[in-house]
């Protein structure tokens, strides 16, 4: 793909060529991401943003404004202690979270000097939209005329769309050279089918460089009730997110895909913890197995005073502990499906003898 042309001051005239070149990339950018959930949905997505200069953590997050310091570094799993000074080299690919949903309209950026749609767009956001995405998110009626100082909100690519009746976290990912289909689906855990399927890709040798992927990242599942604020947390594997005003470390591992949190220590405005039945405090277990049961983050209430709830919930880490009851089920009716088979067969050939 031609390296992007310069975009021309605030205010005037985007040249042809450059608008030729944003057609030619918006055919590959965001076309993919369907926002089929019900009016008034909202959830947690991210883009993996490639960060051209060297530039600090701190900066990223002040850039997007969509996140804090706190939320970015979970989103990578950084140290929680790492200082906003800590420096991203060039090149390399930060994961920046962001809310999806119809009144979640950040991040937002501010009109600069020499500024275009086209430069915002391409420069500052990596191309993850394109300048006609931005002009009619903010009703810019002339895409060539915006203001120094004017505030626009970037339509960044997102969705709260379940994938095979699970959530997900719907990622942005930009495909770089050499890349294929198969090697990204691994990289974050997911089919290869899948990843064709939901960006209608039919044939993988068709992926180009530079094209935009929506990536539906699994996400640990959870106990937390659906009246809490954070009910629809969606922390995906190798990451963990803070909530509860920042109280609560959630963490989610492809080890066994049940959100674990705990209490932040050494917070002197975060209220105690209720511990679960059996005395059991937040994170921790008792027994083994699908016998198992562990004390569980529930959500929290911001009234008068925030309160964190608790639940004890029973062994979810694995496919057999969530189907036990089916599996028993399922193996007398194999059991019945083999005698019945056998059955058969002896019939037939008694026939034969007959």
Known sequence: MPAPSPSPPASLAVPATVLLLSLLV??????????????????????????????????????????????????????????????????????????????????????????????IARNVFDAFVTYQEIATANKIPDVNKINVGQELWIPLPCSCDQVDNADVMHFAHIVAGGENTSGIAATFGVTESTLLKINNIADPKSLLKDQILDVPLPVCS?????????????????????????????????????????????????????????????????????????????????GSSLSIQTTTVSNQTTKSCENSAGSDGSRFAGSMWRVSAISFHMVLIMICFL
């Open 26 to 119: 918006a055919t590959t950018s965001v076309a993919n991401f369907t926002c089929a959930a019900p009016p008034g949905t909202s959830c947690q997505s991210a883009i993996g943003y490639r960060v051209r200069n060297a530039t600090t953590y701190g900066a990223l997050a002040s850039r997007f404004n969509t996140t804090t310091l706190a939320g970015l570094l979970g989103a990578n799993n950084l140290p929680p202690t790492t200082p906003p000074s800590s420096r991203v080299p060039a090149n390399a690919t930060v994961r920046i979270p962001f809310r999806c949903g119809q009144s979640d309209q950040l991040p937002i950026y501010t009109v600069q000097p020499e500024d275009g749609l086209d430069a």
């Open 222 to 302: 959870s106990s937390i009730s659906t009246t809490s604020a954070d009910h629809d947390l969606r922390v995906p594997n190798g990451t963990y997110a803070l909530t509860a005003q920042d109280c609560i470390k959630c963490s989610c591992s492809s080890n066994t895909f049940q959100l674990n949190c705990t209490a932040v220590q050494g917070k002197k405005e975060c209220p105690a913890v209720p511990s679960c039945s059996g005395g059991l405090k937040l994170g921790e277990t008792s027994g083994s197995g699908c016998g198992a049961t562990m004390c569980s983050y529930s959500g929290y209430s911001n």
